[in-house]
């Protein structure tokens, strides 16, 4: 039958996830969580009720796009927390949408047992699988039909390897000699209404034969080497027919339906095995998308789909009719809410709150959607006003890796997006994890450098951004470090990578902030065909080659981004 399971929705930050990105989907998953569990208790006084997505069997589940940085690894470490689930594509997979968890039938089953399970499970598709849950083949009702069809092949059961349980299940019947386990391999089906010298011809070795209460026409089955006889209208064997049934290997069924009855029935005690579909079969992954998979299901005739988990078991099945109801994968967007920011597929899944304090950006919902969007140097800030404004307590591990968001993000409160509200925000939080700001932040930073320990890559990608203006796309990196030296030393490996890529990035320039906490200075590295032109109409100063220095300028967000914007527009 088919279960109810909670319907995951994923609290996820930003491709290329710095502090910030991460430890707010922490936070605000908890947050949502903890609002839902007081509802379901009915101890709603307090709540803000424009925070709820949705109410019933939900669970909000904190996720990432992209790697961790070693600066967030060692947050995390320190305050407990678990690494946010991996989605580097938030698009819809099969495993999001309504499977129906219809078990799998072992190979044996009888026609009859597949197709009241059918009936009971209101499907027309059942799989077949072995002991441990692999995919043999499936069996539809067309197939069934078919059996019926072959009614006329009076040696399909043996053909078909029929089990002498599948009989007695089909039948009704009662074994009074032979082995259940026994399979019928030959022979064919006689059904024993003529006279007892055609009978007696008729017969051969290991044919199945229907009969009646006649004892001449049974011993002549026996004689004849039949493998099994039945005793039809729910007579009895004697013991004389049952003891020269035992000593010439005849299993010997009682049945109360008549031979007409028999004769119908008996082809629905062949197992699925011998027609069910075994090759051509079109199976998906759980973690299939389901904008690869539909094409293929809306071109094929066929109603239903199996569905296999990672390792290749069943799991249930889909139909073309479960594309066309199906929901959406949901998220709730946090620190960004730019489509070219966010995890690759935001496009196919269902935004249902953006929690931000950047610019509005291009990321279109389906429907209206609560939007918390302030002018503050972080969105853990805002998170934390959140759980004030439910009144809800922040415990002391999410309240360090809030605060260690916003040290983070404000480079300790240096860059100029921080805001009063963020400084007192994070020493509020900083008493209740029980942390000093300041050696908590210099561990915090020494961590996130070590860029001598680190790749081309590793260095480039700790935290990158895309952007768009003038129809110029081009990106953004910034790495910061208390260290001037350590930053200066990775400056040629970072051109040479910058050049290496800058083709497969698929923008026409990059931009990267060396950025110096101490001395709040960044210097600027850009590579691209006219990189340079723009960094000095942006900023009126001459540039080197490939670099230049920007005394007090520290934030991407409001020094450097706004200036480049408007170099490429003017």
């Given at each position: 039958?088919?279960l ?10 930003h ?17 949502k969580?903890e ?33 961790v940085?070693?600066e ?17 594509a938030?698009?819809?997979?099969v495993?999001d949408?309504n499977?129906r ?7 044996n ?8 399970t ?8 059942l ?10 083949g499936?069996?539809t009702?067309?197939?069934i ?10 040696e399909?059961?043996g053909e ?10 089909t039948?009704?019947?009662?074994l009074?000699?032979?082995?259940s386990?026994k ?21 051969k ?18 004689e ?10 729910g007579?009895r ?7 020269l ?11 109360p ?12 005690s062949?197992p ?15 973690s ?5 998979i ?12 199996p ?12 139909s073309?009719r ?14 960004h809410?730019?489509v ?5 597929g935001?496009?196919?899944a ?6 931000d ?19 503050v ?13 439910n ?6 591990d ?6 260690s ?9 240096r ?14 939080l900083?008493?209740i994890?029980?942390?000093d700001?300041?050696s ?7 961590e ?6 680190k790749?081309?890559?590793e260095?480039?990608f700790?935290d ?5 203006a ?11 470090s208390?260290n001037?030296n350590?930053?200066l ?6 051109l040479?990578?910058?050049?290496s ?8 320039m ?22 340079k032109?723009v ?17 007090g ?6 020094q ?11």
């Open positions: 039958m088919e109810k399971r909670q319907k995951e929705v994923y609290v996820i930050g491709k290329n996830p710095d502090s910030d990105s991460i430890c707010s989907a922490i936070a605000y998953a908890s947050l969580n609002i839902l569990d007081r509802v379901k208790k009915g101890d709603s006084e307090g709540l803000y009720q424009n925070l709820f997505v949705e109410g019933g069997n939900v669970v909000y589940v904190p996720a990432r796009a992209g790697q940085n070693t967030t690894e060692y947050v995390l470490k320190t305050f407990n927390q678990k690494t946010p689930v991996l989605m580097n938030i698009r819809t997979q495993g949408i499977i968890h219809i078990k799998g039938i072992p190979a089953y009888s026609l009859k047992k597949a197709w009241e059918m009936r009971e499970s209101d499907t027309s598709t799989a077949v699988v072995d002991k441990e849950g692999f995919l043999q499936l069996i009702m067309s197939d039909a078919a059996a019926y069809m072959s009614v006329l092949d009076n399909i059961l078909a390897c029929t089990p002498i349980a599948n009989i007695l299940e039948l009704k019947g009662e009074i000699v032979g082995d386990g399979c019928l391999t030959k022979g064919k089906l006689v059904v024993s209404t003529a006279t007892l010298s055609v009978i007696d011809k008729f017969i070795e290991d044919d199945l034969v229907i009969l009646g209460n006649r004892y001449e026409a049974q011993l002549s089955a026996i004849n080497k039949a493998s099994c006889i039945i005793i039809c209208d007579a064997a004697s013991r004389t027919i049952c003891k049934a035992e000593e010439n290997g005849c299993s010997v069924i009682c049945t339906y008549d031979t007409y009855a028999v004769t119908r029935s008996i082809n629905q062949i699925v095995s011998y027609f069910m579909i075994k090759e051509g079969i079109i199976e998906f992954n759980e299939d998308y389901v904008a690869d539909k094409p293929v299901m809306m071109s094929k005739r066929h109603r239903d789909f569905i296999v988990d990672v390792n290749g078991r069943y799991v249930g099945m889909i073309r479960t594309l066309i109801d199906m929901d959406a994968k949901k998220v709730v967007l946090v620190d809410n730019e070219e920011q966010a995890a690759e935001v496009d196919e269902e935004v249902v709150e953006i929690v304090h950047h610019k509005l950006g291009t990321v279109e919902t389906i429907r209206p959607v609560n939007v918390r969007n302030e002018p140097g972080c969105t853990a800030t805002i998170v934390y006003e959140m759980y004030m404004e009144q809800i307590p922040v415990s002391k999410i309240a360090g890796i809030l605060c968001a916003i040290i983070s993000d404000t480079l300790m409160f860059s100029p997006t921080c805001t009063a509200m963020d400084q007192m925000v994070a020493e509020q900083a008493e994890a029980g942390v700001i300041e908590h932040a210099m561990r915090m930073f020494e996130g450098s070590q860029l001598k320990k790749t081309d890559s260095i480039f700790q990158y951004k895309k952007f768009t003038a129809d110029v796309n081009y990106g953004v990196g910034q790495i910061t208390m001037r350590e930053l030393s990775v400056q040629e490996r970072l040479a990578y910058m050049e890529t800058l083709e497969d990035m698929e923008t026409d990059i931009f990267f902030m060396l950025t110096d906490i101490l001395k709040e200075s960044t210097r600027l590295l850009f590579v691209g065909k006219d990189a032109m960094v000095e109409n942006s900023f009126h100063l001459e540039a080197e080659e490939n670099y230049i220095d920007l005394e300028v520290v934030s991407r967000k409001k450097l981004i706004p200036k480049l914007t408007a170099g490429l527009q003017g």
